[in-house]
């Protein structure tokens, strides 16, 4: 059956559909016809001598179906005739003339037995062409090719852009990120069938290839970096700034537009999308004048940076709130009962996805993925030089589902199925497009380290610091064992007994006073696997002399930890080094490079100052360029005065995430650090062994070069008075969920 319905053409599958919506919208507009009638005194569809409801339904039939003839046919010529009309004067009349329309649908039924009173024909003609017009549009919510008929006529409102008289029309660039979806999880979705456009074009047209991000493996740096080519000073998602007392987060609009005034005043370039650019979905702008959902402007919009692509352009069209309605509704739905069976399964690791969080995803895999779509098809269609959209489904269900599963199975399907609705828009825009597809990051898997010990890093760094520990930390065995090794560790650098009651803060609250007089209370941040201590009373970075003069346990504790891979602080001996568990202490200046590694595989290990034998990189197991990507972050003036990046394991590929995230990314560790470059083949080839956003960008910028892309005006990013307007640095420092 599958094989005989597949060789049916598509352009009779299509007229099958169509014909199908034609006699759906017939059958309700005629039960609506006949409610109405049972409900209106003046309205009726019978004869005086009173007819069998064989005989009425079929009246009804036939005033609907007249009616509905009467609405495709005529109607257009009358309001092409009344385009002089002023638009209230029309509005008045719509009802009158659709009143009129129905009166001679009911006169056109043969033995008269239709009849209205003209008053009642205006009531009864407003509520058919409701019924009828929601009915199609909700009968056209999976239909693609309605859905883009819908917004061709959106977008039609604007007169689309034609090439150069006598020049061939130089291509434009759609850039489609898939946010958090690793060059592993696409190879796979397209070897299991799962992504069947981007198999096709593998096959024919595109080129795949991993690249690698720096340490901070998230959206906020990898975005812009690619966006604007500079990233400098994005030492993770979260972080605090003690030169000012603020507390950076990268999706926070006001964050994001500091952000992106600094790339600017860095690179002296105004982005990637300056010069006839769009920028859809995204952090940062880009440059771009064409904007829609872009946290960076949001905080403040001008008349300019006004988009007909954005929330009110699409909404405008019943159809599209419909569709994207309807789709909000079963995405919820389908969060529930897939949370549901997780639970039922009992299944492991697993973190909660009650409260809002089935309408946070529903938001992120729904509405913003239709918004955006639909902004880069009119972006399309009015022939725009490049445009640069972000698609942030996969990421957000990965965070709570793992990013492989049979939940993020579901979206990478979807996500591309909305990649094909691009590609077929595409075929109908006034110049060429290049669709180029990639990704900002990749996503481990893994138990939560709260989840595996039993309490969180800020629980950690507070024992280690000698103050109270949240009473929420549970006695299971794995966290019995960290507090265990906490206790150890203070009662070596301390040189005295400490006991149960001390860590409870009980008979120790003398000793965590006398430790909290010495220095404020430590900021503790989480970005994925990647942890940020801070302590604000310093107004430098501490070395590690100065911290282990303070709390002379902190970082033994957090280096022994075996849910913790390493830490990076600064030295006043030996410059910044490298503490990893077994006393592991390594200047990074001291770091194999991987072409070191490679060159001498079998090199002994070498003592550290300790005297004891320690490898030669404790950063190799993180993988290539790892120990080049910790001293890019060392060099940063806003890096934490202890970073704190988690396990990994190379056989599982498995991280444990500081946050509430068994799918995470942010520091090394795994296919998080590997996104993907998916470009079509007569583009140049990128350089192999791409690193690092601003790299990324760079090939970005190249490509556009060679269609005549944008150049770069400087005063697209706001100013540092207006970017400072919403970034006040007289207050106290802000506290999130994670510290």
Known sequence: MGERRGRIPARWRSAARALLRVITVWAVSTLTLLLLAGLLPDFQLQSADGDSLTTIAFTAALGAGAFGLLSALVWPLIVRALLLVPALVLGLLVFFLNGSLLIVALWLIPDGRGAAAPETAVVVAAVMSAVASAT????????????????????????????????????????????????RVLSEAVADGLMSTVADWLATTHTLTPWRTDWSSQTGASQLGILHGSNEDVPAFRWYEKDTGRLMVSNRPASAVELQRRAVERTGDGGLLTLDGASRGNLFSGGADQLALVLSVAARRGRRNRSRSGYFAYFSDPANAVRTAGSFVAEVLREMRQSTGARLRRESPRV??????????????????????????????????????????????????????????QVLARLDRSIALIAKVAEHAPRPYRIVLLSDHGQSPGETFESAYGLTLRDLVRAGCGLPVSRRVRRTRSGSEARDAARDALRSALHRPVDEAEEAGQDGAEAAAVAAARAPEPVV???????????????????????????????????????????LVASEEHGSVVLARDGVEVPIAELAEP?????????????????????????????????????????FPHVADIMVNSMYDPE????????????????????????????????????DGLVGAEAVHQVLRGWLREGEGPQVPLEISPSKRHAEAFLPVDEPVMRDKHG
Not at 170 to 178: D, S
Not at 392 to 403: I, K, L, N, R, T
Not at 608 to 616: E, F, L, N, Y
């Open 136 to 183: 199609s549009t909700a009968l056209a919510v999976r239909d693609d090719d309605a859905y883009r008929r819908r917004l061709y006529r959106l977008t039609d409102r604007t007169r689309p852009r034609t090439a150069r008289a006598g020049a061939e029309p130089v291509p434009g660039t759609v850039f489609l990120q898939l946010d958090g979806v690793g060059h």
């Open 352 to 409: 909660s996805r009650g409260g809002l969080y089935p309408f946070v995803r529903a938001f992120a895999t729904v509405v913003e993925r239709d918004v955006v779509v639909a902004a880069v098809m009119g972006d399309m269609l009015a022939g725009r030089t490049a445009v640069y959209a972000d698609l942030v489904a996969y990421d957000e269900v990965a965070h709570h589902s793992g990013p492989q599963g049979r939940d993020t199975d």
């Open 525 to 567: 941040l989480a970005s994925g696997n990647l942890g940020l201590v801070s302590f604000p009373g310093v107004p430098h970075r501490m070395t590690r002399e100065e911290i282990d003069r303070l709390h002379p346990a902190l970082l033994r504790t957090l280096a022994h930890h075996p849910g913790i891979g390493f830490l």
């Open 595 to 635: 072409a070191d590694q490679a060159d001498a595989p079998d090199a002994p290990d070498a003592p550290d100052r300790t005297g004891v034998a320690a490898p030669r990189d404790p950063l190799a197991v993180f993988g290539p360029g790892a120990a080049a990507a910790v001293r890019r972050t060392d060099g």
């Open 652 to 687: 599982t590929g498995t991280v444990h995430a500081f946050e509430e995230q068994i799918g995470s990314h942010g520091g090394l560790g795994g296919d998080q650090a590997l996104p993907f470059l998916l470009w079509p083949r007569d583009l140049p080839a990128p350089p």
